[in-house]
Nanobody, 120 residues
Framework: QVQLVESGGGLVQAGGSLRLSCVAS????????MGWYRQAPGKQRELVAI???????NYADSVKGRFTISRDNAKNTMYLQMNSLKPEDTAAYYC??????????????WGQGTQVTVSS
């Protein structure tokens, strides 16, 4: 069974930094695109950043220039470096990946989420 596990969330003051990690484990052939999403209380889940298996990236306008997404394919791990954090970045952050699984094909998987809280 494929699992995505996030870590690195926490409480930080405005202007501070955090680094999120997402590790994929289980039995699979390959990981295609990966991405970070976030959901604040009372709001819809939104895309933060995505990265393809070749390293192409795309960011939400609200985080451009502050957040950096990266991945280490050898470790099946994705990262989100978050700098210059703002109170409006407060949300639960979720890892998402499109993974090729034996006998199933490509499927979307989600992590359980990690909370990021930015105080003003």
């Amino acid at each position: 069974q494929v699992q995505l596990v996030e870590s690195g969330g926490g409480l930080v003051q405005a202007g501070g930094s955090l680094r999120l990690s997402c590790v994929a484990s289980g039995r699979f052939f390959s990981i295609n695109r990966m991405g970070w999403y976030r959901q604040a209380p009372g709001k819809q889940r939104e895309l933060v950043a995505i990265i393809t298996n070749t390293g192409n990236t795309n960011y939400a306008d609200s985080v451009k220039g502050r957040f950096t997404i990266s991945r280490d394919n050898a470790k099946n791990t994705m990262y989100l470096q978050m700098n210059s954090l703002k109170p409006e970045d407060t949300a639960a952050y979720y890892c998402n990946a499109l993974i090729s699984v034996p006998s199933i094909g490509s499927q979307d998987y989600w992590g359980q989420g990690t909370q990021v809280t930015v105080s003003s």
